[in-house]
């Protein structure tokens, strides 16, 4: 019971959080609340949103992946070289950008279990890999696909919001059910909690500790398509930096950086409360040093009162 | 001249450790403690070192009373420790480590040239003086690690040496050697208190030896005057008799037979377990217990090669833990919170960790508690509800949690590895309920204790083991405790 009232304690805080920042920006803003606002804040949420999922599942999991913004970027090369260079439909484009991304994560998940070199030190070196592969495949060039994935972007007939947005709300609950529900998010815990017990209880660790860098890098290629369709183009320098909003949105969720702890539904509102913090700064005419000093501390209070909380606990 | 004066030294834990221990120590004295697992020997040792506050008693370090004592104080007046765990940094240098509690420095830099010398004079007193105090410690042997921690000590003024198991990672001649260094110190007028398992030695190099038996002094005798078969009966005390409501639910097949050259364990016969029988492991810390339980369940840190026979089926020796479970094996490992229990978890989470009840990979909700509390009923977990997280649970409960958590697999062959460590009477008690209960429904279960009585009072056979290889086997039958003791620390004749 106790439990449960922490739980939703932790998830309330958050969301009165986030209604906050709503409030603050519609009384010092001037018109955060129109149309335009509220479409920018929800184009940039499917991308950070794919992307933060699958940060939050490593996390979990006792990892990291700070390759994921490169990934974004390659697999948004590999979209255009498909529907531009190769003429393959979007469909086709998809398999092969999901393919890169799994690949990438099935690479970084295995060096990590099987070396024992840490995942931050292993997928540091992927970020700058995926990048120059990114480069490699556009030749340093911003493919322009146009309407055939821009479609993708497009808001659906009778729902208002694009297919992006609907499949990003699909992964959250997806992530979200897979965590709490099955056996393989257990599994996740308890490999972030505690690897060793996991080891001694006769369950072998090494599948799950790399499956989860191959979701990361999936989630990566939705998140590619999402912003390709968006900007209509593969931008190879796309996503620089990305890894370390995702990493943000799930500690303003309440992730522990430890492993072993953390929700992803609670991610989806960190993911809300950056987006609306930036367009909402925007908006209100902040410039970029403000922008930039709000928002880490914005990161470190979140961390705070979770540390604070635990230790309350 | 008197150094070291403890009078009526009291200590309890969960139950008493030290009891109205006395003890006059001598200036220049080699003093040899020794004693069984669990005797109250490290005890003892910590509250001399000051790491530890005895309960009541008195304790005189060179006449001086001192009533409430930290390490530091102590380490002031002379008092110097070297425990088994070494307690150095390995990735700075020799010198570095000799003098990390004084580095000599200038405005806060390191005087590099004073600590060479002083490294240099120091090292010369062990006889390392062809060392170079530059040397990084983490390239040196385990033999070497040792005589610097017992140099870093001299680095001190030395009045009183404690020197905790200090030949047990050396080779003959650096044990060799290191006598001659202790004898050397203590012409120095140091007192030096050797604390052993190797009776032999402590024969060889020790003026008096003290021998502690359930946290009760009862020898303290000129090593001239006795030998190492009088020690041992001292160290094992009078032979009770296994109480007799015991019973046994041994059966006459075989559920688990080991046999190999495994190379951590030495295993130098078959070894040979029954359906319902419970097999006690009894040995000296150290002595390859633990590693014994580890080869059979395949988490032995080398490469074991040997043949496992579980229920009459055949196989090579496991691999990993996973191919142990997979074939009914369970173990319940020494150190619960290191490698046994989701601590931050739940109860019900804890539990249901191996087979969580599922459809198709989805957990079953209505199921997961209920599994859980259906597994730790007989068990009688003192809890809220199967939610309760695991760190708010006494270590007996946890204990428990740690056995229904195995328990859901269905195990043919339990390995327990210590198993009511720092686990209160009550739940002890309903521990060994517990696995007399899974006894009588056929399993098989090996029962690793550093407590004779315990083994003595719930196992029907006792293998000891001493320096890696099996060295004795008793039945329950003819319990003779003294040859038992034996068994664990000397060569056998049996």
Redesign the interface.
Known sequence: MTSLIARYGQAAGLIIALLALVVIFSILGNGFFSMRTLISISNQIPDLTFVAVGMTLVLIAGGIDLSVGSLLALCSAVLGMAMVDADLGLGIAIVLAAITGIVCGLVSGSITVFTGVPAFIVTLGMLEIARGLAYLVSDSQTLYIGESIEIVAYPLPGLGISAAYVAALGVVILGHVLLTRTVFGRYLIAIGTNEDTVYMAGINPRPYRIAVFALSGFLCALAALSQSARLGSADPNAAIGLELSAIAAAVIGGTSLMGGRGSVAMTFVGVLVISVLQTGLASVGADEPSKRIITGAVIVVAALVDVWRNRNE | MTLVELTDVCKRYAGPVLRDVSLSLAAGEIHGLVGANGAGKSTLCNIIAGIVQSDSGAIRIDGQNISVHTRSQLRNLGVQYVQQELNQVPTLSVADNLFLHALPSRWGVLDQKALDLRARSVLAEVGLQDLAPKTRLSDLGVGTRQLIAIASTLAGKGRVLILDEPTSALSEHESEFLFDRIAAIAATGVCVIYVSHKLNEVLAICDRVSVLRDGQLVANVATKSVNQDDLLSYISGQSQTPKMHFVSHMQSTVALRVTGSARAFKLISTLELAHGERLGIAGLVGAGRSELLHTIFG?SRVANQGTIEINGQQSPLFR???A???AGIA?V?EDRQ?????????IA?NV???N?P?QA???R?SAFERQASESTSNLEIKCRGM?Q?MTELSGGNQQKVVLA?WLV?EPSILLLDEPTRGVDAAARQRIHKAIANLAKQGLGVIWVSSELDELRDNCDRILTVRDGQISGTFDRSNWDQDRITRAMFTETTA
Not at chain 2, 338 to 346: E, F, M, P, R
């Open positions: 988490s990993n833990p996973q142990a479970r997979l173990l490992s290191k490698d046994g229990l989701l601590l931050s978890q739940s989470t249901n960790l191996i969580p599922q990979g989805f957990i909700k939610q997280t958590k697999t």
